[in-house]
């Protein structure tokens, strides 16, 4: 195996984990957000604000076919799987693809004060959950397995990832 993709929301551990996984399988980490920033020379706060969401999802498009084939431990964006296109590269990669799933009280415990996520400015309670929901149509539609992170350690998740590829 040198190849998996890790998907869910925002807050779910993918870079954590993915770090985690890519330290014990000794593959590199590919962090989809760090290289689209990497790209734009720009945070993705800072292209949300500048260019807006479709211009961010076009890079977030364009860096996902970039890095797809490459062999590493691929932390997706919380919204990489809601274009088509996109959820379809991810089913075709012929790479295990791994959804953290974490409940919508633990997410929002997680990222709370966060201010780096410009999607979570603004929502309320039910616009949360709104997309928390949509999302995870998304997630089910692209993984291969899922994996229930609540109340369990970076480590635990990551054996229990292993015990599963
Ligand atoms: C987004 C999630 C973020 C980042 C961008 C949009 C989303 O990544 O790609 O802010 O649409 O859920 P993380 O899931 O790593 O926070």
Redesign the pocket.
Known sequence: MTRLILI?????G??TIGRLLANALRLPHL???DL?AADANCS??QI?TDQG?AY??DL?SQALISVIRKPGIL??????P?REENRQLLIDSDTPVVFLKASPEVIVNR?KG?H?????RQLDTNQFME?YRK?EWFYNQAADMTIDTDKKTPEKIMREILAQI
């Open positions: 869910g929301f925002m807050g779910s993918k870079t962090d989809l957000d689209v993705i706060a949300f969401e961010f999802r977030e932390s997706t964006g919380g919204g990489t809601v990222l966060d780096n996520r410009p999607l979570l997309l999302r």
